[in-house]
Each structure stands twice: as C-alpha cells, then as structure tokens.
C-alpha cells in the first residue's frame, strides 16, 4: 500500500482550466473522498492519479516514486466506475477472474483469489450468474470483487453507488467502509453526496472550480467550513443563508437582520472588525439551529409564514418564510411538529451555533 502525493496537479483541456495546482497528500491506508459538484475536477483529478489522464503540469508520487509517466496498467491501481463496466458475456466468475488471467496466474490460484473476494463481498452464490440476473447492488459488488482481487496499491472509486437505489446505497456505504478497513488499503472515492462523505471518508477534500477549497475530517468541515461554498455544501437539509450587517453603538455590538438586532460578544464583535472593514455580512444557521414556536420568546425572534411543511417521521423540516423580507428557509425539528402552510409564528436563531461570513469574500470569519 502507498501514500499518494499530489504537487501542483494541473490540468487543462485546450484552454479550458479544470484542474488548478492541487496540494494533496492521500496517507497510505486513508479513505479520502473527493467531494464537490458536478464539473469541479474531482473525476479528472482521480483519473489523472490512474493515469487515464496525462498531465498537464505538477507531479503525482506513490510514496516516492515519480508516476507522471508510468502508463495506467504498471501503476497498480483499481478503479471502480459507478457503470460497473460488467463483460454481459462472462459469468460473475469470470469477470472477476479477468485481471488474474490477463495475468497469466494459474488457475487454482485465479480460483482460490476469487473464491476469497467473494466471500468478503458475500456474494459466492452470485458466481454462476450473468450480469443481466443480476440487481444494480449485486453488480456492483461484483466489480468491486474484481477490484479486490486484484490486490492494488490504490483503489480508486468514481461514484460506484450512483446507480443503485437509496436504501441499497445506505448498506453499501458501510459494506465499503468495512472492505477498506479489512484490506488496510489507500482509498480515494468521489462523490457529489455529502451524505456519502460525512459517512465514510478518514478525510474530505473539498473542489470546487478545480481548486481544492479544504481538507480535514468531515465533523471539522461541518462544523468549521472555510467558506460560504463549503457550509452550504456539506449538511441536510443544507445551511440557510441570511443577510445582515455589523453595527457598533457605545459598548454593544451586533448584527442588524431585517426586523431584530442579535447582539454578539465582544471577541466574535473583535474578529469581524480584525477580517473584514466591510459591514456586510452574512449569516449562516443549520436548520437544526433555528427554532420555530408560536409565541414570541425573545426581541430576537423574528415573525415567519409557514411556506411548507415536510413530515419525515423522526423529524419535521419546515420551509419558513422571513415575513420582513420574503427569504425563504429550513428548519428542521425533532419530532413530529404540527404547523399549516400560511401559520404566522415566530423563529429564533442559536447564536452559538450561528456562522459569519464577509459578503464580499464569502469566507468565514466566525
């Protein structure tokens, strides 16, 4: 197994710039998922570390190993596509036999490597089968079996779960955390699901506009996002967004929403004026950080218009509407929560959990 170093990876497509200088070291045995949306670089990025990609400029190493011009098939990784790329003809067996006989093992070992991978994805009696007898889940295993047994340095995975269906989706998240886990293996994903990321990932790189944005574990870019883009990204439903500025009179400080004024410390009241000389701010609150009641509790509490309501059983999201200005926004409670499109209640914000953001920059500055 080996760790992957990305230096200054660049690539571009004609003119067009779709992956720009990224820095990134992937340790050898680490599940990183490359997150971000459709047509930010994650894919290019991925298949450039394959090696179905050339580059542009920069460098890619395993361990310390230059690999810029070491050709796909001597790089020893496996990828995993979410078409499964399944030969229709070959019984599963023999799709995940392939890459052993192309390399000319003999065929009590092609058996015994295959038998193994099968009974770790649990599908030894899928092996007689043809693709078509099989569900989307059950392909999908099969090519990863086929990854497995090749034993690689590198696995690498471009949205293998994006053609199997929500629930399935849910079993084959853990079934593929567990695989990395027993194979002590590097693991590079891609995703545009968050909810895949923040399940699975040791680690998350975030893109966006073929920049890498940031890379920690998922609970400190949930709870720390360096920017606007980051904290809408990561979160279900996602972040809610509010304008607002910074004001100051004599010793208070605080943050002048349409209809209510929410004060602040002095050190949050210190960190806006140290980034940022602007007055424009804006405000990011979780849907789970907004309360929502039928009485005013607070000169805080701002008047909303029930818009929507989503009953999901262990939850209610309520679509809200900030009566003063027409923002319309989420809030999720616990529970079963009764309300009817057009209710008038009122709405509070956590201030503890409350981000700040210069409206210029977009970059968080609390």
Known sequence: MVKVVLENLTKKFGNQLVVDQVNLEIQDKEFLVLLGPSGCGKTTTL?????????????????????????????????????????????????????????????????????????????????????????????????????????????LLDEPLSNIDAKLRVYMRAELIRLQKELKTTMIFVTH???????????????????????????TIFDHPVDQF??????????????????????????????????????????????????????????????????KASDEDFEIEIYAVEPLGAETVIDICYVACGLVFKASMAGRFKAKIGDMMWASLDKGRIHIFDKSTHKTLV
Do not use: W
């Not at 490597?113 to 569900?135: G, T």
């Not at 895949?196 to 506009?209: F, H, K, Q, T, Y």
């Not at 349409?258 to 804006?282: S, Y």
């Open 47 to 155: 298949n450039m570390i394959a090696g179905l990609e050339p580059v542009t400029s920069g460098n890619i190493y395993f361990d310390e190993n230059l690999m810029n011009d070491i050709p796909a098939e001597k790089r020893d990784v496996a990828m995993v596509f979410q078409s499964y790329a399944l030969y229709p003809t070959m019984k599963v067996f023999d799709n995940i036999a392939f890459p052993l006989v192309l390399r000319k093992m003999s065929r009590n070992d092609i058996t015994t490597q295959v038998n193994m991978a099968a009974e770790m994805l649990r599908i030894k009696n899928l092996l007689p089968k043809k693709p078509y007898e099989l569900s989307g889940g059950e392909r999908q295993r099969v090519a990863l079996a086929r990854a497995v047994v090749r034993h690689p340095k590198v696995f």
């Open 230 to 295: 980051v904290a809408g990204f990561l979160g279900t439903p996602p972040m809610n967004f509010i304008d607002c500025t910074y004001q100051k009179k004599g010793e208070e400080s605080y943050l002048q929403l349409p209809t209510v004024k929410l004060k602040i410390d002095a050190e949050t009241a210190k960190i806006i004026e140290e980034q940022t000389k602007g007055q424009e701010l804006i405000i990011g609150s979780r849907p789970q950080d907004i309360k929502v009641s039928q009485e």
């Open 193 to 219: 699901d968050q909810v895949e990321a923040m399940s699975m990932a040791d680690r998350i790189a975030v893109m966006e506009g073929g920049k890498l944005v940031q890379v920690s574990d998922p609970l």
